[in-house]
């Protein structure tokens, strides 16, 4: 194992060490709680949005900390559901009395985690909702999920709820927005190679020189087949003809295109996968109006990508645009 860290103990620690001296205009770290919140939170009167999970998926959640996006995020070690003090504290650090929307990847730990932590928060008279995230199209359970687990639509709803809670919207609109996106997107990804746990010390699972993996995980869960390794023309209709179906897209419709690294992949391939999604789209008279590409929610250093569609109107275009200022995602300030 190479990997540039000091103790795999220490590794998630050390990280957030290095995001709050790196960005102290824009987040505070507390340390005794693990979590990571916005640098002015609680805002009175505004909703406070949190996610959380485990680490290893970076920038997600901690990078999506501030104006515009997340008040707070709850990192757990690598791989490893935060536990309910955490999001608790976290709770507790953006509540500024107009309550707080949980968004919960459906992972089966985190679900349960957050489940505690918003009761414990209603029992000290905090409002929480919670919305949870299961946009993957690749396969219905999995090692770490009972139904769809939770993706890439994670972090474009992160980014439309915080744009409408820094308007003062109420808690009930903040989550119906959530669960709107959540309804409106679908994700898959794939891997061409495995990732290292730091505790672990060897990679997750094994592929051959010649394999792919259709519809992974983010944590190196299985998804739908392996396959023999293909040209990326191939390899977007794999991914993006499901999304598109189980989405209900039809001709005439606009929407955001996100495309993905998992943490290995050079931005030269991902711009290839583009341009294979943006002609897929344009062969169905679907429109690219909003797009997001890079490495966003990873999966340590898996060399691979996945897509997300998310299908576009009015309202969402307007929140997608509005300001954000985080340290993974910047624009409009």
Request: with cysteine; proline share 5%.
């Amino acid at each position: 194992m190479k990997k540039l860290i000091n103790k795999p103990e220490d590794v998630v620690k050390d990280e957030l060490a290095g995001m709050e001296a790196l960005h102290p205009e824009l987040i505070r770290v507390d340390f005794e709680n693990q979590i990571v919140v916005r640098k002015d939170a609680p805002v009175r009167g505004k909703v406070g949005v949190i996610s959380g999970g485990g680490s290893g998926h970076e920038p997600m959640h901690g990078g999506f900390v501030g104006r515009g996006m997340l008040d707070a995020a709850c990192p757990g070690a690598v791989f490893t559901s935060p536990v309910p003090d955490q999001m608790l504290a976290a709770t507790r650090a953006v509540n500024g009395g107009a309550g707080v929307l949980h968004i919960v990847k459906n992972y089966t730990g985190d679900v349960l985690n957050f489940e505690m932590a918003a009761e414990l928060a209603g029992a000290e008279g905090i409002e929480v909702a919670s919305v949870v995230t299961n946009d993957d199209v690749a396969v219905q359970d999995s090692l770490y999920t009972a139904g769809r687990r939770g993706v890439g639509v994670t972090v474009l709803l992160e980014k439309i709820v915080g744009a409408l809670a820094e308007t003062g919207a109420s808690l009930e609109r903040v989550a119906a927005l959530a669960r709107k996106v959540n309804d409106q997107g679908r994700s898959m990804g794939m891997a061409l190679t495995s990732c290292t746990v730091p505790a672990a010390g060897k990679p997750t699972f094994e592929l051959g020189e010649d394999e792919m993996e259709i519809g992974i995980g983010i944590h190196g869960e299985p998804g739908r087949r392996r396959v023999k390794l293909a040209p990326a023309s191939e390899v977007t209709e794999m991914l993006a003809n499901p999304i598109i179906e189980d989405l209900g897209l039809k001709a005439g419709e606009r929407v955001l295109a996100f495309v993905n690294g998992m943490g290995g992949t050079p931005l030269i391939e991902l711009y290839v996968v583009a341009n294979e999604l943006a002609k897929i789209l344009r062969g169905r008279d679907i429109t690219i109006a909003r797009s997001l590409i890079g490495s966003y929610i990873t999966s340590l250093e898996m060399a691979g990508c996945s897509i997300t569609l998310l299908r576009l109107d009015d309202e969402l275009t307007r929140y997608w645009d509005a300001p954000v200022h985080t340290p993974a995602l910047r624009w409009g300030v």
